[in-house]
């Protein structure tokens, strides 16, 4: 997961959401413990990036993997 920060301004904001949406990249708005440092001007974002042929486990025990927006079961 990675913090961003975004011009304070609704057109910036939305095109910002709809790029992270088009990558598979859930979004949600920074809590006040990971804002720290973020000038009030700004709107702070937490994404979570996935990255293409990362790895995880399942629940089920089986091992996954990405391939850009999706995750495969191996």
């Known amino acids: 997961m990675i913090l961003v920060e975004i011009a304070d301004d609704p057109n910036e904001t939305a095109l910002a959401e709809e790029l992270f949406?088009?990558?598979?990249?859930?979004?949600?708005?920074?809590?006040?413990?990971?804002?720290?440092?973020?000038?009030p001007e700004r709107v702070a974002r937490v994404v979570e990036v996935r990255?293409?042929?990362?790895?995880?486990v399942?629940?089920?025990?089986?091992l996954a993997w990405s391939t850009g927006s999706r995750w495969r079961r191996r």
């Open 51 to 56: 990255l293409t042929g990362a790895r995880k």
């Open 58 to 62: 399942l629940s089920s025990g089986r």
């Open 21 to 39: 949406a088009l990558r598979g990249w859930p979004e949600r708005p920074a809590e006040e413990h990971e804002r720290a440092g973020c000038p």
